[in-house]
């Protein structure tokens, strides 16, 4: 479908604002700045826009942007019901949230635009505080009992009637935001088309954006730092990367393949960054973690001094160990798209990925990558093993992929213009300068 050439269309476009009176852009993000990092830094900078923020504690503190931290107490919910505890922590959170921008209205801020992550409840007051402002939330993703990541995988068990019913509501607090919004924003197409097709209108598809001037392809050293050992570009290195290693990004059936991968390349380094952790799923039953309990699958199969766990890694050493990558591993349920994957294509690494629906809008097998069915270790192994054995025969292919991420999901190309159409359409033609 073809988006309009405007979505914000709840209120007659305001007077453009001229740059003696500033505007006020409001983000609202648990984790500020989280997704609108490049574009609220743009916006600190640029004249005739003042730009706030309402996050939690963990929101990071921007130079140029007024920033208002709250706390939110998850202790007490054992007396809710069990399938409203969810709402019960996203309404303390508007409760917070509603408190900060109050204050910000007694300190005579007026947004006439907001941006709101609306996956934690933070969005559900703010109509009723801003009436007369643009609202634009950001609905990362839709929960949906079948076709996505629930009953993906039949590792992770059946689901029952009440837990489908308690998957539904965890849509509850976003389903009011997109009621309340006058635009909503989708990273990939995919994450778009899960949302009930009665607001697919309000959306726009804009990703959250690559800096490709500064991941191009390049040559690197990589140290692990547990053990000393350095490897260089060229080097036979497998990587594979998630903010922690579980189902969701397909951990299991990585290490599940590494026994064939070590075996036909005995000078091949598998190293691996992320955390103990669980980001999306659940901790495996009887373990402290999900490489705990491969490790345990796979005992006496696997060549330990060619394992290297990393754990998490400072962006510096990650981009390094991209870098150093031959062959860098992608695997994920139907979900939420990370960015590692567009980054490691952006440095030129020749991804194998999973043949996934958000993995398919980004990568075309055989031109800007490697597709593998998701369960099948055996295809994914012999996809690794060809990549390490033909680095020459497979190079045009981490040289396709960086251009497609240069010409797809650039931010200064592709992110930062469509987030601007939306302020110019709010707050009138960007001024020529910046302050320096």
Not at 101 to 121: E, R
Not at 280 to 296: N, Q
Not at 302 to 317: E, I, K, S
Not at 389 to 413: C, K, L, Q, T
Request: glycine share 8%.
């Amino acid at each position: 479908m073809t988006a309009p050439s405007s979505l914000l269309t709840r209120m007659p476009a305001p007077p453009r604002s001229s740059p003696a009176t500033p505007v006020d852009v409001l983000f609202v993000h648990t984790n500020f700045p989280g997704q609108f990092k490049g574009v609220a830094q743009h916006l600190a900078q640029r004249c005739g826009t003042r730009v706030h923020a309402i996050g939690s504690r963990t929101a990071t503190l921007v130079p140029g942007i007024n920033v208002s931290r709250y706390s939110v107490s998850a202790q007490d919910i054992a007396a809710s019901h069990s399938l409203a505890r969810r709402f019960e922590l996203e309404c303390r959170r508007a409760e917070q949230v509603m408190y900060a921008a109050t204050q910000m209205k007694l300190n005579k801020v007026a947004p006439k635009l907001i941006f709101a992550h609306s996956g934690w409840g933070e969005a559900i007051p703010l109509r009723e505080l801003f009436p007369q402002a643009r609202l634009v939330v950001y609905p990362e993703f839709f929960y949906r009992t079948r076709g996505a990541d629930v009953g993906f995988d039949s590792e992770a068990g059946q689901l029952g009637v009440d837990g489908a019913v308690r998957i539904s509501l965890r849509n509850a607090a976003t389903l009011l935001a997109l009621s309340d919004a006058d635009a909503a924003i989708a990273p990939t197409h995919w994450q778009k088309s899960l949302f009930p097709a009665e607001y697919h209108g309000k959306f726009r598809v804009i990703h959250d954006g690559i800096d490709t001037k500064r991941l191009t392809p390049g040559k690197a050293t990589f140290t692990d730092p547990s053990t000393g050992r350095s490897f260089r570009t060229g080097d036979e290195v497998v990587t594979y990367v998630a903010r922690n290693l579980e189902p969701y990004r397909g951990f299991h059936i990585f290490m599940r393949a590494l026994p064939r991968i070590m075996q036909e390349r005995p000078h091949a380094h598998i190293l691996i960054a992320g955390g103990d952790g669980v980001s999306y799923g659940s901790l495996p039953e009887g373990y402290a973690g999900w490489k705990e309990k491969l490790m345990a699958q796979l005992d006496g199969r696997l060549d330990r001094a060619r394992l290297h766990f990393l754990g998490h890694l400072a962006y510096d050493d990650y981009v390094a160990l991209l870098r150093v990558s031959r062959v860098h591993v992608y695997l994920t349920y139907p979900f939420v798209l990370s960015w590692s994957i567009l980054e490691a294509m952006a440095l030129g690494c020749i991804v194998v990925a999973s043949d996934t629906a958000p993995v398919r809008e980004v990568i075309d097998d055989g031109v800007t990558g490697l597709l593998t069915p998701f369960f099948d270790t055996d295809q994914l192994a012999e996809r690794i093993v060809s990549v390490l054995a033909n680095p020459r025969r497979h190079a045009p292919i981490g040289r396709a992929a960086h251009s497609r991420v240069v010409e797809a999901y650039d931010f200064e190309r592709q992110t930062l213009p469509g987030y601007m159409r939306i302020v110019e359409e709010v707050v009138g033609a960007a001024p020529a300068f910046t302050r320096g």
